[in-house]
């Protein structure tokens, strides 16, 4: 099954952004989704957004609209996401996770190791 | 957005035990719900996918079952291994959204 590899883990100021990013292991995303999913310190599991690399298709959390941005490059078949803005509350490690269904919500089946992202002044 | 609950959100058992977690959605979901498992510092695995259809690799002491907005997770005879958190998902419509956990401890 593909394997997906994030970026090391970060630590911003507040009011900055950061770019994690998640590299299928295949070298390319063969025609499915990628989902980001956050989880705070000792919290559960928060859906942020999903992409479809093939089309760049974006679908966004109300609460992430406007604040994060998902991208990908099929070429080195690596998604991206971007979080601007950053708060203390945003303390997280953020997961990117495949998610086999291209057209509406599917599951996720396969999770990177995930990134620890602080915000700290 | 659909609000998944979960019960209870932690429990203690032990070895050979039979473990049932219950999960609710605020509104139909039809059978559109996954189950994952988490352990301390590690991503989630996915368990159980269309309510009750079991994900390569998984044991089959794990099953899934109910649908609309009542949902159980079983484990039959726990095992070492699966002392973790499990979550429920739904993904019957946008945002997708999970349970809060539940915790299985000694």
């Known amino acids: 099954q593909e394997q997906l590899v994030q970026s090391g883990a970060e630590v911003k100021k507040p009011g900055s952004s950061v770019k994690v990013s998640c590299k299928a292991s295949?070298?390319?995303?063969?025609?499915?989704?990628v989902s980001w999913v956050r989880q705070a310190p000792g919290q559960g599991l928060e859906w942020m957004g999903k992409?479809?690399?093939?089309?760049?298709?974006?679908k966004y959390a109300q609460k992430f609209q406007g604040r994060a941005m998902m991208t990908a490059d099929e070429s080195t078949g690596t998604a991206y996401m971007v979080l601007s803005s950053l708060r203390s509350e945003d303390t997280a490690v953020y997961f990117c996770?495949?998610?086999?269904?291209?057209?509406?919500?599917?599951?996720?089946?396969?999770w990177g190791q995930g990134t620890l992202v602080t915000v700290s002044s | 957005d659909i609000q998944m609950t979960q019960s209870p959100s932690s429990l203690s058992a032990s070895v050979g035990d039979r473990v049932t977690i219950t999960c609710r959605a605020s509104q139909s979901i039809d059978i559109w719900l996954a189950w994952y498992q988490q352990k301390p510092g590690i991503a989630p695995k996915l368990l159980i996918y269309?309510?009750?259809s079991l994900e390569s690799g998984v044991p089959s002491r794990f099953s899934g079952s109910g649908s609309a907005t009542e949902f159980t997770l079983t484990i039959t005879s726990l095992q070492p291994d699966d002392f973790a958190t499990y979550y429920c998902q739904q993904y019957d419509s946008y945002p997708l959204t999970f349970g809060p956990g539940t915790k299985v401890e000694i």
């Open positions: 295949g070298g390319a995303f063969s025609n499915y989704g």
């Open positions: 269309k309510a009750s």
């Open positions: 992409i479809i690399p093939i089309s760049g298709t974006t």
């Open positions: 996770a495949r998610d086999p269904v291209t057209v509406g919500p599917g599951i996720l089946d396969s």
